[in-house]
């Protein structure tokens, strides 16, 4: 059968395709591919340039460094100013909250600790935590324990005077201003100087400071008294543990012991007057502040304006009488 025109022949096709004899077209290689180049933010590795050991590296600029480290610094200080006042009105907060909800109940006297059965009672109170001021309150538990080995220095300089008398009878008087110091300096030294020292801080009240600056000053001055130990004060010192060598080696030692502690309070006594004294310069107390201080606590006794109004109605009353 003849085929129609609008077919084709696959054959005929497939033998146009594969005909050995029918000339092939150029064979022509297809083009290359343009080259990626590197992004310029990158740089290549073998472009990269290495500093010579001579060559300084570049940090920035030391203004730059140096405003930042201060900045820093100022930064870090006020942080700490904040942090203290934070804690500061946290104490007082504290301190508020126990008094309004305990009243007078919680500021009940707590020193000196005494047991329950004992017929006699605290006379102060005292937390140092709660009173003063975080920045002071090394300070203030400093002169606290000055006070306690001041304390243990004259118990401690009566056993060796006692000592010293048992050795040579001659020593009689020596003994017995001991026992006078330990009875006159332990209540005496806390009333007269660290009262007035714990109640200056608590309040900054430069009249406090003025009363233990001048008490404390003349205490100083007797523990290096008592460090030196003249013989027949009482006083367990140097010279007198010299002196008591030649007749017993025991009770010298134990002379030349209280000898050691007197001269340490004696050092740290000096030491911590001059602390005090530039902290109160730093709080801003005076002289004048001091008697403005002391006029109010006097007019605002009641004993003292009894006295007073007495005082004026007597002399009133005898301008009355006079012819």
């Not at 080995?149 to 009878?169: M, R």
């Not at 430069?206 to 030196?228: C, E, G, K, M, T």
């Not at 004026?312 to 006079?322: P, Q, S």
């Amino acid at each position: 059968m003849a085929q129609s025109r609008g077919e084709q022949n696959p054959f005929a096709e497939a033998g146009e395709l594969d005909n050995p004899f029918q000339p092939s077209q150029a064979y022509e290689p297809p083009a290359p591919a343009p080259a990626q180049l590197p992004p310029p933010s990158a740089p290549s590795l073998n472009s990269s340039r290495k500093l010579s050991p001579t060559e300084p590296k570049n940090y920035g600029s030391y203004n730059t460094q140096a405003s930042a480290a201060a900045a820093t610094a100022d930064l870090l200080k006020k942080q700490e100013a904040l942090n203290r006042k934070a804690e500061e009105l946290d104490r007082r907060e504290r301190e508020l909250q126990n008094v309004a909800l305990g009243g007078a109940s919680s500021r009940q006297n707590n020193w000196p600790p005494l047991p329950s059965f004992c017929p006699v009672q605290p006379c102060f109170f005292q937390d140092i935590s709660m009173d003063i001021p975080q920045e002071f309150q090394k300070t203030v538990s400093t002169m606290y324990y000055l006070w306690m080995c001041s304390t243990l220095a004259l118990f401690l300089n009566f056993l060796a005077c006692l000592a010293s008398f048992c050795v040579e009878t001659r020593n009689g008087s020596g003994f017995g201003l001991s026992l006078l110091w330990v009875l006159l300096f332990t209540p005496c030294s806390f009333v007269c100087w660290y009262r007035p020292m714990y109640k200056a801080f608590r309040s900054d009240s430069s009249f406090n400071f003025f009363v233990f600056f001048f008490i404390f000053f003349v205490q100083d001055v007797f523990f290096v008294l008592q460090a030196i130990g003249i013989p027949g004060w009482g006083f367990s010192g140097w010279i007198s543990a010299i002196v008591v060598v030649r007749i017993n080696a025991a009770v010298a030692v134990l002379m030349l012991l209280v000898a050691l502690l007197f001269t340490g309070i004696a050092v740290l006594g000096i030491v911590m007057l001059k602390r005090i004294h530039s902290l109160y310069r730093r709080t801003g107390a005076s002289f004048q502040k001091a008697q403005q201080e002391f006029a109010a606590g006097v007019f605002s006794n009641p004993a003292v304006r009894t006295a007073a109004a007495n005082a004026a109605a007597g002399a009133a009353e005898n301008a009355f009488r006079a012819p």
